[in-house]
């Protein structure tokens, strides 16, 4: 019997298995994170990994670790470097990335613009997504807001979440403009003769599209997993 010699690690959120690299066949278990496994096949996107147990299944072969990564030292063990050559390959990953950006930068463009002036998302109150009447002049921020969900996506990103994670926080990512937007509609329909389209900035609309790349951004993974 060959002995066992692990050479990747399961990931932080743990990954699926399927018993053949075919995404129609039942799933089997799901795997727990920090397992150790062994490559022993590829096809495409899959692959076949084996246990110390001798069991084996078939993976997403990109959620999974290396062994040789590289950690800082003084970093905790199974700690890797963050991989940027990796991230920008792997589809998914970049993907998650790039929404995360997106967020990023619309949260500093404008999402209120009239008479000539503009208002970004660092201006609006977060209490505003709930209430446009709202008064208030303090407390957190939709600008704030996004940046903190733009930071867990790339946390969610580099530390290979589960998939689930990801969605959520995308869905996350994609109430925040959404529902600035109802509620800028319930706002404007107060005013005889007004419309969205007049107020409406752009920051708020790129923030739907980079909500949207990261809701995208599992499916990529498991698109080219089932090739």
């Known amino acids: 019997m060959t002995p066992f010699a692990p050479t990747h690690r399961v990931p932080a959120g743990g990954t699926d298995s ?3 690299p075919d995404a129609n066949a039942p799933q089997g278990p799901h795997i727990d994170e920090g397992l150790l496994v062994q490559t022993t096949d590829r096809v495409g996107d899959w692959a076949k990994v084996v246990f110390d147990n001798g069991w084996t299944a078939w993976v997403d072969a990109r959620r999974l670790a290396p062994l040789h990564a590289t ?17 920008v390959a792997d589809r998914s990953r970049a993907a998650g990335i790039g929404g995360a950006i997106v967020l990023a930068v619309a949260s500093l463009l404008p999402w ?11 201006d609006v109150r977060a209490a505003f997504l709930v209430d446009h009447e709202t008064t208030a002049q303090s407390g957190l921020t939709v600008g704030v807001l996004l940046i903190l969900i733009a930071v867990a996506i790339v946390i969610a990103v580099v530390t290979r979440a589960r ?14 403009p959404a529902l600035y937007l109802v509620q800028l509609q319930r706002l404007v329909s107060s005013a005889p003769g007004a419309s969205l389209t007049d107020f409406i900035g752009f920051g708020s609309v790129l923030a739907l599209a980079g909500a949207a790349l990261v809701l ?12």
């Open 18 to 20: 399927w018993p053949r």
């Open 71 to 87: 950690t800082r030292p003084g970093a905790p063990a199974g700690a890797a470097r963050l991989d940027l050559a990796g991230i």
């Open 112 to 122: 209120l613009r009239g008479s000539g002036q503009s208002v970004d998302s660092h």
């Open 163 to 176: 998939p689930a994670i990801a969605r959520g926080l995308g869905v996350a990512a994609l109430a925040v």
């Open 216 to 227: 995208v951004a599992p499916r990529l993974a498991t698109s080219g997993a089932h090739r």
